[in-house]
């Protein structure tokens, strides 16, 4: 019979499973187990939990084989009371050394952010398997602290003298260090796992190609997809799809669609990959044709793609064409979420339709988040509208009162107002809060490595040379008419005191840096990790006229391609 119950769960019957254990008027341990394992394997959780209360209830004792499905859904609940106090039945059970117990309590702790008590536990092994040297590195990558987990990485390696930890080891490294932003780092260890010839997994693959895309290096991009392509996940959907989203966010939409079209079988989840690659690109047109080629392939719309669509007509202007698609998500029953109501808020706003968008945040609903009033306060900001800012802010110190950002956003639309005693009021708040803005830097790839500045970055080797640069584009500038936006110093200085500080920039010196340490007609690569401001990014556009060159920003927001004088944002970003 308990293989009957078992048979069931496997094939998804649990309803069939669970008839057959209600037959039994006293089950057994064996009985209990299977019932047990047969929920957690289902992935109902809360049901393996009730299942094993009722079992003590009746007096049933419970095994080693019991509590490892109960733990694994502990896990999953993420519920560190009832964490807890199974262990402390585990104690009292006399499980406390069963080395499958102990696995299951080390992987809880850590994936419910108790590092500390899983490392107590581990350290409480005496037969450490390769179980459980996976789950205290996978916990402490996940929870933030990859140096420790490389640490103990190296402990692993010399310690059963191991020359190749295997892959879910390497797994939990890579996506660690990518996860807790050092995505460097993760693509380190990738080419150092397989210059050891260890052959990584899809999982191990997607891993990397998503750390590639945050460090987004165009060259790292494309030996990455060479990689894929020699390797036996060149067919693979989801690292494909990882591909997209890398070179997109690497600034090359072209190399993006390139992968895209060379994949015959799409999901809708690559589809929407490539849109919102478009629409971090402004290419609203080309994500709204490619939207309607998805349709005709009979691939329906998600709600991600929607929002990619939304971000697509925003960094273009769509306004109409971007409410008309937020209209449509009711025709696949996709229920909009505070991510796509910001959207709106931002297209309108953004648009100078401050009114339409206060009105249609009244009418949403559901609560207005984070994001919402995120983007009607970047929008009070571009329009100088300090009352509606005003609330807008307050409703954000509401909602998430640490957050640096919000109150640097509050305290520019003062500044760009000239009300300074306002921008002295935030930045009191904001030190008594302990909050310190966000240092501004930009980075620069030249042959392969990538240099990074920040305001007035004086630092570098070449930096007499580098200055010399900004100084000759400076004089290039005035000569062709150029007039700096002194608005965009948000400190109450004089003419000639906003005029250098503008450009010193990190962005500015970034480009300086660029034109000196590359051919003629190279076209120069750049991530900020703040919104570029209004003079810098008139400043680029006319400096890409003047030295003939195409030069790629990437800032908060999206991308900027400066050519001829010109930029792909058409001025609206």
């Known amino acids: ?33 299977a019932i047990i394992r047969s929920y957690s394997r289902n992935n109902m959780f809360r049901d393996t939990v009730e299942m094993y209360k009722w079992m003590r209830w009746t007096g049933v004792r419970p095994d080693g084989f019991t509590f490892p499905y109960v733990l694994k859904a502990c896990t999953e609940l993420l519920d560190f009371g009832l964490s807890r106090l199974i262990h402390g039945q585990i104690i009292r059970y006399g499980f406390g050394s069963d080395v499958f117990v102990q696995n299951g309590l080390v992987a809880l702790y850590a994936k419910c952010g108790h590092i500390s008590v899983a490392k ?8 450490r398997t390769i179980v459980s040297w996976t789950s205290i590195i996978s916990g402490y990558a996940q929870n933030g602290e990859a140096m420790e987990a490389l640490r103990m990485f190296i402990a692993r390696s010399f310690f059963d003298q191991m020359e190749t930890p295997n892959v879910i080891m390497w797994n939990a490294m890579i996506s660690g260090y990518a996860k807790n932003g050092h995505a460097e780092e993760a693509v380190d260890l990738f080419r150092y796992m397989i210059s050891r010839n260890i052959k990584p997994d899809s999982v191990t693959v997607r891993s990397a190609v998503l750390a590639s895309a945050q460090v987004g290096s165009l060259e790292l991009a494309r030996w990455m997809d060479d990689y894929v392509s020699k390797s036996k996940y060149g067919g693979d959907i989801f690292v494909n799809t ?13 190399s993006a669609r390139m992968v895209f079209d060379r994949n015959s079988d799409k999901d809708v989840v690559m589809w929407s990959a490539m849109i919102m690659g478009y629409g971090l690109h402004g290419q609203g047109w080309e994500a709204i044709k490619l939207y309607h080629a998805m349709k005709q392939a009979r691939v329906f719309p998600n709600d991600v793609t929607f929002i990619g669509l939304l971000t697509a007509c925003n960094h273009s202007g769509l306004v109409k064409e971007g409410w008309e698609l937020f209209h449509c998500m009711k025709d696949f029953e996709i229920e ?3 991510e796509h109501y910001s959207c709106v808020v931002d297209l309108l706003g953004r648009a100078g339709y401050l009114g339409q968008a ?8 559901i609560e207005p988040g984070v994001s919402v009033w995120g983007a009607l306060l970047s929008a009070c900001k571009i329009h100088r509208c300090v009352s509606l800012g005003e609330h807008a802010a307050k409703k954000l110190f509401s909602l998430d009162p640490y957050n640096t950002g919000h109150y640097v956003q509050l305290s520019n639309l003062y500044a760009s107002s000239r009300l300074w005693d306002c921008v002295a009021r935030v930045r009191v708040l904001m030190r008594e809060k302990g909050l310190n803005k966000d240092l501004g830097y930009s980075v620069i790839e030249i042959n392969g490595k990538l240099q ?24 290039r500038l005035k000569e062709v008419g150029f007039v700096p936006h002194t608005e965009s110093v948000l400190h109450d200085l004089n003419y000639e005191e906003k005029e250098e500080n503008l450009s010193f920039h990190s962005e500015r010196i970034a480009v300086a840096f660029g034109l000196i340490s590359t051919a003629p007609g190279t076209t120069l690569r750049i991530t900020k990790n703040l919104r570029a401001c209004v003079n810098c990014h008139s400043a680029i556009k006319l400096i890409s006229k003047l030295v003939e060159r195409e030069i790629i920003v990437r800032d908060a927001n999206r991308f900027h391609h400066f050519k001829d004088g010109l930029c792909s944002c058409g001025d609206y970003w």
């Open 1 to 33: 019979m308990t293989k009957l119950v078992n048979g069931s769960s496997n094939l998804g019957q649990i309803w069939y499973a669970r008839k057959l254990f209600d037959e039994f008027c006293e089950p057994d341990v064996f009985m209990w187990n």
């Open 120 to 127: 107590v536990v581990f350290d409480g092994l005496y037969d």
């Open 242 to 254: 990882a591909l997209i989203d890398m070179y997109a966010k690497c600034g090359s939409v072209e």
């Open 358 to 365: 206060c009105a249609f945040i009244i009418k949403m609903p």
């Open 452 to 475: 990074a500045f920040h305001v007035g970055d004086n630092s570098h080797p070449m930096a007499k040379e580098i200055f010399n640069e900004l100084q000759r584009l400076e004089r």
């Open 336 to 338: 909009p979420r505070n």
